[in-house]
């Protein structure tokens, strides 16, 4: 399984998915060869998979997609990483991300930028979008990415895969490289709601070494299999983003409401009307989380030493070298937001508008089981279309981002295709669940299949 991996991913070398193949693949190989050998039963026994460059695999390369760290060498696995490689899976390698996470293209790279294999001049989305691609290409069934405000969601609808990101705290953060640490959540690509459903009981659960991971049972497979509840389903499609989309994504999202009324839903509207705010508070508060974060890159602690001067201009030269302009413009943007005279104005606002946000969520998860938008307004657009405008990138979020502020869990689940200048694009509709009951959008995306 694993040589043929290799194999899929070598002769699709020109998507730039992957950003290192694993040097100790063979090794794990071998290892879970003689566990299965020796008689034990492993959920992904032999299961070849890929992680996104910002999870540590220790003994390997963790780039971030930065020039930053790119000597650095994982001296740790990642908790979601070590529970795959217990459960047997084997890391073919590590998937090419926007820098820091940061973007919505996988276009910052500083190893290029991964093509759609849908339409090889589009992007995959981002940041995961090396993730998405290993999937969505064949390279292999599973793979992990990182979602902070849709970087699992939105590349799994550009490339016509599952992309799940779970309730905050499912899944440990530890050995996940930190971009904003309160909305930062490791998730999932598949190409079904049961290879989710495996792959979940894997990874999730709680892990002591991260204090924000969550201890609640888990039970994604048998939860799959009880199926969902005899009574009706009540959907809530959330009108704010019933706005601004192409033909295409609004013509999926009636196949999506069908399927459901077909499965016995009450589909009905709900306004949330703080989601509204959602891209603008999620930019001032993810960008001062993610400044003080990459403090720590600075030469010294990480990153490539720069010699030039005393300790300030050394820093600063690392930072200048070392980091890309979307990661520079972040920490700017942050800085600036925290900053004393600033703050309220900026940060403490946008934590209020976080809590409304909240707020709004669950008080139409009072009258509603699960909640629908369109993962994106538009399929994967064109290399350059955004990147030169950090606003047009960033309201790419539009969808995706007032989920991460309240904390909810949510899965795109590919929904057909818009053809657009003739060549068809995949189009993915998000569901929504209330804060743990991350199943159910698992059981409800294998009876929609
Ligand atoms: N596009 C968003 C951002 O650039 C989300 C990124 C992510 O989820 N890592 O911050």
């Known amino acids: 399984a694993l040589a043929s991996a290799v194999e899929r991913a070598e002769a699709q070398r020109s998507l730039n998915a992957l950003i290192s193949l694993n040097p100790l693949a063979q090794e794990q190989a071998q290892q879970v060869a003689a566990r299965v ?6 959920p992904l026994a032999g299961v070849p998979v890929v992680i996104k460059d910002n999870l540590n695999l220790r003994g390997t390369a963790t780039t971030c997609g930065s020039r930053m760290l790119q000597a650095y060498v994982s001296p740790y696995t990642a908790t979601s990483v070590q529970r795959l490689l217990a459960a047997g899976a084997v890391v073919v390698g590590k998937a090419n ?13 500083a190893f290029g930028p991964t093509l759609n294999p849908w339409d090889t001049v589009r992007v995959p989305g981002g940041t995961s979008g090396g993730s998405a691609v290993s999937v969505a290409a064949g390279f292999v069934p599973i793979s992990l990415g990182s979602d902070t405000g849709g970087s699992v969601r939105q590349p799994a609808a550009f490339t016509g895969v599952y992309g799940f990101k779970p309730t905050y705290g499912r899944v440990s953060r530890y050995g996940l490289v930190a971009h904003a640490s309160s909305l930062d ?19 999730a659960g709680h892990d002591p070494l991260d204090a924000t991971s969550l201890d609640a049972p888990t039970g994604f497979r048998d939860a799959l299999r009880a199926g969902l509840p005899e009574r009706p389903l009540r959907v809530g499609v ?21 399927a459901l009324a077909g499965l016995g839903a009450q589909v009905e509207e709900v306004s949330l009307p703080g989601t509204e705010y959602a ?15 990459l403090a720590r890159y600075d030469g010294m602690a990480y990153g490539a030493r720069a010699a030039a001067g005393d300790v300030n201009a050394s820093m600063a030269a690392a930072r200048a070298a070392g980091f890309g302009p979307e990661v520079k413009r972040r920490i700017l943007m942050g800085t600036y937001a925290l900053s004393s005279g600033y703050y309220d104005a ?19 998860f009072e009258r509603f089981d699960v909640l629908v938008t369109p993962t994106s307004p538009f399929p994967a657009f064109r290399f350059g279309e955004r990147s030169g405008d950090p606003l047009a990138m960033y309201a790419a979020d539009v969808d995706t981002v007032a989920i991460s502020l309240a904390g909810v869990p949510a899965l795109s689940v590919p ?14 509709i998000q569901l929504i669940a209330p804060t743990l009951h991350d199943a159910r959008l698992i059981m409800l995306a294998a009876a929609l299949e």
Request: aromatic share 6%.
């Open 37 to 42: 050998e020796a008689g034990e039963s492993l």
């Open 97 to 109: 991300m926007d820098e820091f996470a940061m973007g919505s293209s996988t276009e910052t790279s």
């Open 185 to 203: 959540q490791v998730g999932p690509f598949a190409r079904s709601a049961a290879d989710l459903a495996l792959v979940m009981d894997v990874i």
């Open 238 to 258: 959330v009108t704010q983003a019933l706005e601004g989309n192409t033909p295409g994504v609004l013509a999926a999202l009636e196949r999506m409401r069908a």
């Open 279 to 293: 891209v603008a508070a999620y930019y001032l508060i993810s960008t001062p989380e993610a400044s003080s974060n």
């Open 346 to 364: 900026y940060y403490s606002k946008a934590m209020r508008v976080r809590q409304l946000i909240s707020q709004e969520f669950a008080s139409a």
């Open 415 to 428: 929904m057909g295709t818009e053809t657009v200048d003739g060549v068809a694009l995949p189009v993915g």
